[in-house]
């Protein structure tokens, strides 16, 4: 049987037609081809408040993707917000960090990807960078204006982590990001740093597979095999 794969979706607000200012599901189609290609079978859990129902959406899967998208609110890591904070929604964030602390209880593998790094940190008590601005030594642009399949800017991965036994190589990734993890949520450690000093990847110690990555792999997988591995390894995980 191919793992089921529970990939959190966004909303959005529709804005115009007949449903104008009603919330959809929104969710790239990228996660579901990164996940299809790397041997699962992708399910995409609806944004809901309803712990009942969320526990039981999580217990269904054999591992859990928490996809990008919007800041997270700054009131949940007690800072006010700084005028560089995007958009932002409660609800959401709601969603994702008691998804991620149940499948953290139920030892879910888990895969963050962009905010899904950012929100898996804030779930375990971290913090954030509200603006890239306020890293010293900050001055690699980590939005880039070009293909998403592309990496702009490389990753200095550390030894003896989950990343550097998949990524054995110096490796590209791509960027779309302003935010950046400040302090480290409760037994993550760093395994990838930006040549700038920001952090592109964090792993839960005493974990089988608790990954969280800056970047956007599910944009790259058929373009580059390191990618792609990242996905076969996180679905073989959760076999």
């Known amino acids: 049987m191919k793992p089921l794969i529970g990939v959190l979706g966004r ?21 579901i081809n990164a996940i299809e290609k790397a041997g699962g079978v992708p399910i995409v ?26 800041d997270v609110n700054t009131n949940i890591y007690k800072e006010e917000p700084f005028k560089e904070l995007g ?23 888990i895969l963050g ?16 960078y509200q603006d890239l601005k306020y890293i010293k030594g900050c001055h690699i642009k980590h939005n880039q ?34 935010q950046s ?6 037994n993550l450690k760093v395994i990838a740093y ?6 592109e990847a964090v792993q839960k110690e005493n974990e089988k597979f608790v990954l969280g990555v800056q970047w956007h792999p599910e944009l790259m997988v058929d373009y580059s095999s390191h990618m792609l591995n990242l996905f076969k390894r996180f679905i073989d995980e959760c076999r």
């Open 45 to 70: 859990i609806p944004a809901n408040t309803n712990k009942e129902n969320i526990k039981a959406q999580v217990s269904a899967m054999d591992g859990i993707i928490i996809s990008g998208g919007d």
């Open 11 to 31: 909303l959005a607000t529709i804005d115009s037609g007949a449903f104008n200012g009603l919330e959809r599901i929104n969710l790239t189609n990228a996660y």
């Open 194 to 199: 930006s040549n700038d000093g920001v952090i």
């Open 181 to 186: 993890i400040k302090t480290l949520g409760s």
């Open 113 to 128: 990807i962009c905010r899904g790094l950012q929100v898996l940190n804030v779930a375990l008590g971290g913090s954030l």
């Open 145 to 178: 204006e070009t293909k998403p399949y592309l990496g702009t800017h490389y990753i200095d991965i550390k030894e003896n982590s989950i990343l550097k036994d998949i990524i054995k190589d110096k490796v590209l990734v791509n960027s779309y990001h302003h």
């Open 87 to 109: 958009y932002i929604n409660p609800i959401l964030d709601e969603f994702d960090i008691e998804v991620t602390k149940i499948a953290l209880e139920l030892d879910k593998p």
